[in-house]
Nanobody
């Protein structure tokens, strides 16, 4: 099993910012679309943002204009810059390839207080 490792979560007040990182090993990282997901307790995991190998991006409507996904292929690292955070952004955040190549890790918890 190959795991991606997420980090950067924490507790922040509404309106604050966080930057998440995901280190995803292996050469596949540079050859695949990567995805940030999130999951709230009792809910299904949902897509947050995607980035292709050519850095085309896509976001769920609720985070457009607030979140920015990026990647550094030299470091096998995926990022999610989250600004203007809202309490409804509270969730565990995960990364994976578009084909779910990586085994799901523990994610990184983001908690936004009102």
């Amino acid at each position: 099993q190959v795991h991606a490792v997420e980090s950067g979560g924490g507790l922040v007040q509404a309106g604050g910012s966080l930057r998440l990182s995901c280190v995803a090993p292996g050469s596949i990282f540079t050859r695949t679309t990567m995805v940030w997901y999130r999951q709230r307790p009792g809910e299904q995991r949902e897509f947050v943002a995607t980035i292709t190998t050519t850095s085309n991006t896509n976001y769920r409507d609720s985070v457009k204009g607030r979140f920015t996904i990026s990647r550094d292929n030299a470091k096998n690292t995926l990022y999610l810059q989250m600004n203007s955070l809202k309490p409804e952004d509270t969730a565990a955040y995960y990364c994976n390839s578009i084909t779910n190549y990586y085994s799901w890790g523990q994610g990184t918890q983001v908690t936004v207080s009102s």
